[in-house]
Nanobody
Framework: QVQLVESGGGLVQAGGSLRLSCTSS????????MGWFRQAPGKEREFVTG????????LYADSVKGRFTVSRDGTKITQYLQMNRLKPEDTATYYC???????????????????WGQGTQVTVSS
C-alpha cells in the first residue's frame, strides 16, 4: 500500500523559497516514477515536475523551469521539490503523485498516476 504524504507548504513572500517533501507512509520502496502537480482555485490540476524511478530523468513545466528543482531519495518513494524565486502565480495546492504509466515526456498527465497525496498549500504573497 502506498500512502503519500506531502509537507512543507506555507505562506511566503514573492521571491522567497519553499521546499516540499513527499513520503510514503506505507510501502517505502518501489520503481515508481513520481510527479508534482498543482491546482489553483477554479483551475484544473496542472503538471509541475516529474522524476524517473531512479532520479536520472527529470521533467519540468515551462512555467517553473529554472526556478524549481525536483529530486528524490534513490528508489525510495520519496521526493522533494525545491521552489525558488516564487511568484504569486505559483499559489496553489501542490500534490504528490506516484506510479506512472505511459511515455515519460512532459507534460505528464494526472490520469497517468495511480497514487496521490492529499496536497499541501503554497501561498505566495506579492
Amino acid at each position: 500500500q502506498v500512502q503519500l504524504v506531502e509537507s512543507g507548504g506555507g505562506l511566503v513572500q514573492a521571491g522567497g523559497s519553499l521546499r516540499l517533501s513527499c513520503t510514503s507512509s506505507g510501502r517505502t520502496r518501489g520503481t515508481y516514477a513520481m510527479g508534482w502537480f498543482r491546482q489553483a482555485p477554479g483551475k484544473e490540476r496542472e503538471f509541475v515536475t516529474g522524476i524517473s524511478y531512479n532520479g536520472a530523468t527529470t521533467l519540468y513545466a515551462d512555467s517553473v523551469k529554472g526556478r524549481f528543482t525536483v529530486s528524490r531519495d534513490g528508489t525510495k518513494i520519496t521526493q522533494y521539490l525545491q521552489m525558488n524565486r516564487l511568484k504569486p502565480e505559483d499559489t496553489a495546492t501542490y500534490y504528490c503523485a506516484a506510479d506512472f504509466s505511459g511515455y515519460f515526456l512532459a507534460p505528464l498527465g494526472a490520469h497517468q498516476f495511480k497514487y496521490w497525496g492529499q496536497g499541501t498549500q503554497v501561498t505566495v504573497s506579492s
